[in-house]
């Protein structure tokens, strides 16, 4: 049933950009050394949606980034900066238990995308990986840079990069065995999923490089 | 006479990134955190007066940059930047002013720039519209961010980029209603321009989403 | 004989990748204000490596920029990355010298290298001296955004832009005496590679815009 599973995908793809969106404007709203007004609150969560799949398609060059040229990404997009700014005071530690689980199906299933697009266009498996993970860290990447911090994934966490980058390889390893790309991008897309949901749940994190002295 | 129009348009183009190129100077040379050498203040001022329209163009994917491509918009910036450099330290409050009211004059106009050219690379409304906002604003966002500090369109302010949003859908909204490009693109960037100088002058400010504890 | 000298370029090149990775990552590890992981001080180190020339491809748009193609860049910077992870508490003062003076070969080269694919995408001269000095210092930049600061080239020292514009400018001059391709660019990279050198021996830096008060 190669229809229903495409479908899925891409209502996984506009849930991880709403959800994108809408973190983005949960922590903007958040954000204390700075008094975001409704542009800054808005742009950041444009920025944390939208921002992987806009590097993605400027890297690869095949005409306008996907979220200008297919509507419904901004409309995803829109809807998460607003459903954010509406109820930023009343999301409580289930909703935010929601959005971290969304955000780490969309994690996995950026990647896996990110690849794909990078096979498509006819690049390597080692740039197609470099690529997937970018597509899937690289909304927040956007956003922290705009946030003046430093990437939070560059530092000690649970393996958010790491996830991604697993979902990418794993993906690219089932379509090097010559797997059906509907059942790569399901392992692909599960594999990172699952590991990002341990680490949070075991509190797996990356050690720093530089130790405390 | 739309000749005469369109030679009006490019002059507030090149006057736009001019004073864009000169005002990213100037907040170079007064920056206090950090003492910008002479790389800096051309390097910032090029960002401010030629980062909007360098991102506008990455993301149509319609060949390099135009900035890159028509000499003169160098000229403009190098000559902004020259001008901003040399009397940076003699700008008095009416030169400030003059300022003000030019880059109000090429917030609009960079809108509505920005929109057209999506337009004509058939790209919907609704991306037309952000990509005008993202052509007027993205100049001052990447100097900020190259600065180091959040962009200052994000946070309370005389709406700057609710004018240049504001001149992208009036003139969507004349080019949908069938009327020619030279009006559309007058009432445009008028209706921003005027926007921006009436927050200016009644102190009209967004309000900062998170408030006061 | 210029096979043999582009493969001197290209194994330049290759070494300027090797070293900018390897200067991304040890400055990561030794960044005092955050606790980079892996995943930072690898991203940290491909955008030192990498930054420039994607930048420059990006601005071309003649399709994926070279990073992404030609796999032996990813290769380098992976290396390079790799060394500087493993090595980074054995680095004395005489490596560190090693990759100063590597590492100013490959910025008068990287200028010479932007400049060049400008005028063979067609652009002046101008846009091609400009593109020259954003390949060559691109990368030092962007890791500089990422690591929360402004630009280091922006601010007081040894002529590091500086002699990257030198050598696009001396470059684009021997092209437009007509001198063969190999002559240019040699010409070209070894004088930024010598004003580099002279600067850092003999002290001469920029001086600050804003003087101290």
Request: some cysteine.
């Amino acid at each position: 049933m190669p229809l229903h599973i495409d479908t899925l995908f891409l209502l996984i793809d506009f849930l991880g950009v709403f959800v994108g969106a809408l973190g983005g404007a949960l922590s903007a709203v958040r954000e204390t050394r700075y008094k975001y007004d409704l542009v800054g609150v808005t742009g950041l969560a444009f920025a944390s949606a939208l921002g992987g799949g806009i590097t993605r398609d400027l890297i690869l060059q095949k005409g306008p980034p996907l979220a200008f040229v297919d509507v419904r990404y901004l409309m995803a997009a829109l809807a998460g900066a607003a459903v954010g700014l509406v109820f930023a005071s009343r999301v409580g530690r289930s909703t935010e238990r929601v959005i971290v689980f969304i955000d780490a199906a969309a994690l996995g299933l950026f990647a896996v995308a990110g690849s794909t697009r990078a096979l498509e266009a006819g690049l390597h498996r080692l740039p197609a990986f470099l690529l997937g993970g970018v597509t899937a860290v690289g909304g927040g990447c956007v956003r922290d840079v705009l946030s003046e911090r430093t990437p939070k994934i560059f530092e000690r966490g649970e393996l958010y990069a790491i996830a991604a980058g697993f979902s990418a390889a794993m993906f690219l390893l089932c379509d090097w065995l010559h797997f059906s790309r509907e059942i790569s991008t399901t392992v692909g897309a599960l594999c990172g999923f699952s590991l990002r949901l341990l680490a949070l749940r075991f509190h797996w994190r990356t050690r720093p490089v530089r130790r405390e002295t």
